[in-house]
């Protein structure tokens, strides 16, 4: 077995949006979620982005893709997470991950509400997939900014535990949590 702690993290950022998929809208929450990245994480990592059109099997689709495929570590989706009928990106992530991760669907909304009330109508979540962790995330940028914030300080020691690509955060701007070596 190859030692994935010799290569960078691979991050994958995919955008749920049926109008940026069409052109119609220019992604904006994508390229926010992984400036968040670049202010945040230190080290060597890369990064590959998509962008599909809402619905279970056009999301499903796209993270198994970025997961087993492209070989994500980390893959943030950005949209689908509200009430509407076309927001199915949970019901994407419920096919596609072996291991839903509550807290932090639970955290994120939590800091989100302090901005916002309608933060209780979405949807967010995270999950497993062999060792690739998955979150999704509101498709507004300043709520993507808020709920990485909210959670991010368990990311890098949640990869390590599912066997991922090992990334680090800032100390200066992100606190992450890794147990004392024994």
Request: glycine share 10%.
């Amino acid at each position: 077995m190859a030692d994935i702690t010799a290569r960078p993290a691979r991050i994958g950022i995919l955008t749920v949006s049926d109008r940026a998929s069409a052109g119609l809208y220019e992604d904006l929450s994508g390229p926010a979620a992984l400036d968040w990245l670049r202010a945040h994480l230190t080290g060597d990592w890369e990064f590959v982005s998509r962008i599909v059109p809402d619905g279970v099997d056009s999301v499903a689709g796209a993270m198994r893709h970025l997961c087993d495929e492209e070989g994500c570590d980390l893959l943030l989706v950005t949209g689908g997470t509200g009430p509407a009928p076309r927001d199915e990106t949970p019901e994407a992530l419920g096919q596609v991950a072996t291991r839903i991760l509550p807290g932090f669907g639970e955290a994120m909304r939590q800091a989100n509400l302090a901005e916002v009330p309608t933060a209780i109508l979405s949807r967010q979540e995270a999950g497993t997939r062999g060792a690739s962790l998955l979150i999704t995330l509101p498709g507004k940028p300043a709520s993507i900014a808020t709920s990485l914030r909210a959670v991010f300080a368990a990311v890098p020691y949640c990869l390590d535990l599912i066997g991922a690509a090992r990334i680090d955060a800032d100390p200066a701007r992100l606190k992450a949590f890794r147990p004392a070596a024994s």
